[in-house]
């Protein structure tokens, strides 16, 4: 069974980083795209970044220059620099990747992990 897990949320003031890592686990062949997606309370969600295997990335427009994704293949798992935090970043975060197995391929999420920022 294929998970994936989040972590490093929580509480940090306005202007302030945050670093959010994702941990894919169970019977893996290979995993093609990663990338992190945020819901704010009441509101849809939407893309944060993604990154290919290859490491080619990809962000929402208006989280170029604060927000960084990165990804460490050897150890599955997709990271999310995240600088210069606003109070309108608060949101659940979460991770989803492309997944192989040994009887097919799908994407897969995390639970999330909620990240505030506030003073």
């Known amino acids: 069974q294929v998970q994936l897990v989040e972590s490093g949320g929580g509480l940090v003031q306005p202007g302030g980083s945050l670093r959010l890592s994702c941990a894919a686990s169970g019977s893996i062949s290979s995993i093609n795209a990663m990338g992190w997606y945020r819901q704010a309370p009441g509101k849809q969600r939407e893309l944060v970044a993604t990154i290919t295997s290859a490491g080619s990335t990809n962000y929402a427009d208006s989280l170029k220059g604060r927000f960084t994704i990165s990804r460490d293949n050897a150890w599955k798992s997709v990271n999310l620099q995240m600088n210069t935090l606003k109070p309108e970043d608060t949101a659940v975060y979460s991770c989803?990747?492309?997944?192989?197995?040994?009887?097919?391929?799908?994407?897969?999420w995390g639970k999330g992990t909620l990240v505030t920022v506030s003073s």
């Open positions: 989803n990747a492309y997944i192989r197995t040994g009887i097919g391929g799908g994407t897969y």
